[in-house]
């Protein structure tokens, strides 16, 4: 779950944003909104369930703003109490938490860290109930050393574990290609190799930025040097996601919803207008869903009894000008939306449904400190 392109996009489109700024501040919050400010972290990328109470978070504080270190941390939606596990921060300095899973009794976390000035990847299990932490970066063969975890999902039996990695070619060329890890009670496996060939294209970057799994199923998305790229993993073999028309751009995120994949990201087609891009997967085969939004990107995506949430990062117009900001988007039929949210100054970087509630994770601008804070929103 790579958050660069995010802010790098968003950059490009200030001038731009007068074609979508103004239909998004006329929106109100629909439902209850209760906004937790988690003084723990600066940014907030992943959330994991662990109980109908309690969640698993990953992330990142920034000392005096701008020096990293990676935070885990266990949240009580009853109580409030944010407990970190400051012992898995020693895995992670000087770099991020992007991805978290759990299996029911452990949690695995991915990122990377920052060793003599370089990013390295980093992959940590830590027992929930024993305490117990193991050093899981050994299992990403030495191509994978210099990169980063952004994507790990349980799929019932075995972990499958998503980054990139930076190589040097045969004649001296730096690339950075996509790694796919699976950890199991079968042993562990590189299964890069077996990525259908759109995905492991070199000359640019590449990763696997999101999986989600469903009933033996994963779905496994990112991008290429130039398209969008995503593939159905049955546990044995790789199945590649089609898409029929022009995609270039990227994947960030993905979710089952009625039993089909959906994806989201942004679609680059013009380069310095990136578009929100939203689609399902049906019979191997991406179609595009229509977006009111016609600037920014899909952050984040979410499904439950039979709603689809949408994450939307977005330009917004405020008094003191042009900033980024979150929509988030409620449906169930894929033709008509709801706007449930709409905030400026306000990232979400995930998002899931517990019980009846919507919970989504991410940060805010603080505009006095001009500082970032890591929050956390419960929409119910």
Avoid at 45 to 51: E, G
Avoid at 215 to 243: H, K, P
Avoid at 335 to 345: E, P, S
Avoid at 362 to 367: F, I, N
Wanted: charged share 10%; with cysteine.
């Amino acid at each position: 779950m790579r958050r660069a392109p995010l802010l790098g996009s968003l950059v490009v489109i200030a001038l731009f944003a007068s074609l979508a700024v103004y239909v998004l501040i006329g929106y109100l919050e629909s439902p209850k909104v209760s906004t937790i400010v988690l003084p723990e972290f600066s940014k907030v990328y992943s959330i994991v369930p662990i109980s109908n109470s309690l969640v698993a978070l990953g992330g990142v504080k920034l000392i005096n703003n701008s020096e990293p270190y990676g935070i885990v941390a266990v949240y009580s939606l009853q109580n409030g109490s944010c407990e970190v596990l400051s012992t898995l921060s020693n895995y992670f300095k000087g770099g991020y938490v992007y991805a978290v899973g759990f299996n029911g009794t452990d949690l695995l976390v991915g990122g990377d860290e920052r060793i003599n000035g370089t990013l390295h990847t980093s992959l940590v299990d830590y027992n929930l109930y024993t305490h117990e932490v193991v050093n899981q970066s050994g299992l990403l063969s030495p191509f994978y050393t210099t990169g980063q975890v952004f994507s790990i999902s349980w799929t019932g039996t075995y972990w499958l574990v998503g980054g990139d990695a930076y190589i040097i070619g045969f004649t001296g060329q730096p690339y950075i290609v996509p790694f796919l890890i699976e950890i199991g009670p079968k042993g562990d496996h590189d299964l890069s190799p077996q990525l259908p060939e759109p995905m492991r294209v070199l000359g640019g970057t590449s990763a696997i930025y999101t999986i989600s799994s469903h009933d033996g199923v994963s779905i496994v998305a990112g991008g290429n040097a130039i398209n969008m790229t995503a593939s159905l993993f049955n546990g044995t073999n790789f199945t590649s996601v089609t898409f029929p028309y022009i995609h270039l751009g990227v994947l960030l995120a993905s979710t089952w919803w009625n039993g089909v994949p959906v994806l989201g990201g942004e679609n680059l087609s013009q380069p310095n207008t990136p578009e929100p891009y939203l689609a399902e997967v049906v019979n191997y085969t991406a179609f595009p869903v229509s977006l009111e939004y016609k600037i920014g990107t899909v952050s984040a995506v979410a499904a439950s009894n039979g709603k689809l949430y949408v994450v939307l990062r977005t330009p917004f117009e405020t008094s003191n000008g042009l900033t980024f900001g979150t929509v988030i988007l409620e449906t169930s039929n894929l033709k008509t939306f709801n706007t449930v949210l709409t905030r400026a100054y306000t990232a979400v970087n995930d998002i899931i449904v517990l019980g009846n509630e919507v919970i989504a994770v991410g940060y805010e601008l603080s505009t006095s400190s001009n500082s970032y804070e890591g929050i956390l929103l419960v929409l119910s």
